[in-house]
């Protein structure tokens, strides 16, 4: 499939799977640094596999500095930058535990990054336009295509080329589709810390047993359970 093109202002990277054997895609970890490494241990991730990261890897949790220093210094991982990361690069939060050699990183983070006819944003896809209109704060936050922030959500409408790996939206179970997976499942509200297995087509999840932010019931977004066609 060919490359996704994207406005100029959007950082893409593109990654050749073929250099590596597993692929894993993470999602929202938000500083839980114990869940992700319990996660990587429960997938048996070594330096020969990849992982990339939905975004949203700091603030709200424990440990943001040190979910920072394990991805950074991993030759294997990856990560778009979520709504979280631009903020800080923005100013309007600030994190006094990320050093600025941390920050510098964040904000050269790509927001997109794509491999085959994957696709991994934090937020999503707006289907009604093409992925070149997209802005990064589209691409970062989208998630509901009504005014009242409400259903349809994108992934309930998209219909591809692309499969988009995203997160940004806490859910009490993975959003699992043809064209679209969801993988923010709340691990700092209490829930799971969740990756997909690219290669065997199948999700991985970890339990916490802490709740670092209270989530209202009512906040939680419920996906429909859609057989794959």
Request: glycine residues 8%; proline residues 5%.
């Amino acid at each position: 499939m060919s490359q996704p093109r994207f406005d100029a202002d959007v950082p893409h990277r593109r990654i050749d799977v073929d250099d590596w054997d597993g692929v894993y895609v993470v999602g929202d970890v938000h500083g839980c640094r114990a869940e992700l490494e319990q996660l990587l241990d429960e997938l048996g991730v070594t330096e020969d596999d990849l992982v990339v990261f939905v975004g949203d890897l700091v603030r709200k949790g424990p440990d943001s500095a040190g979910v920072v220093s394990l991805v950074r210094n991993a030759d294997n991982m990856f990560t778009v930058r979520g709504n979280n990361e631009e903020k800080l690069i923005r100013g309007t939060k600030e994190l006094d535990a990320l050093s600025g050699e941390q920050l510098a990183w964040i904000r050269n983070l790509p927001v997109a990054i794509s491999w085959e006819d994957t696709l991994v944003v934090h937020g999503g896809v707006d289907p009604r336009k093409p992925l070149a209109d997209h802005t990064i704060d589209e691409l970062e936050n989208v998630r509901s295509l009504s005014d009242a922030d409400g259903e349809p959500y994108w992934w309930e409408v998209y219909q591809g080329p692309s499969r988009v790996f995203f997160g940004h939206t806490p859910l009490s179970a993975p959003v699992a589709r043809r064209h679209a997976v969801g993988l923010d499942t709340g691990c700092v509200y209490g829930n799971e810390l969740t990756a997909y297995d690219w290669r065997e087509d199948e999700f991985v999840t970890v339990d916490t047993d802490k709740t670092v932010q209270e989530r209202a019931e009512s906040k939680w977004v419920k996906p429909a359970v859609v057989p794959m066609q």
